[in-house]
């Protein structure tokens, strides 16, 4: 009988995709705070992140349209275990809120950080807005998290 042996190995491994015409233009909107949706012609719904087809109609979407950095929280948890950031690629350590965000001009919901990560202040229906990183990159962590407006 073989002796089984397990080898932890560890690698850096880093990587680029396209990100699409839909989402290099939603990116450059980030890096002037400026958050917009493509909504469909057919069915008139707001998609944030944009996509380049209705998931409704199969139509293609090319009408932008600006959607507010304020919103109503859908959706939240909040997180008590260290997890990998797949933005960053660094250990987020807990507790964090996790959020799904329906800002104000949308149809569709942003995941996302919220500020807050106490059960017990949070509540679906709360109005939240984008906490800005302070020198901004054009991608999704320029918005840093949601704060609960008071
Ligand atoms: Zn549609």
Redesign the pocket.
Known sequence: MSERISVAIEMAQGWRYSSGDAMARFSEGLRRKRIEALQ?G????RYLPPRPV????H?PLSDWVPVSDKGTLEAWTVVFLPFLDARTGEVRDGPYGMGLIRLDGSDATLNHYLAENDPARLAVGMRVRAVWREELRGAMDDILHFEILP
């Not at 057919?42 to 719904?45: I, K, L, P, S």
């Not at 209705?54 to 109609?57: A, D, V």
Request: hydrophobic share 10%; aromatic share 0%; net charge positive.
């Open positions: 469909c057919g069915c008139r719904r209705c998931g409704n109609c139509l």
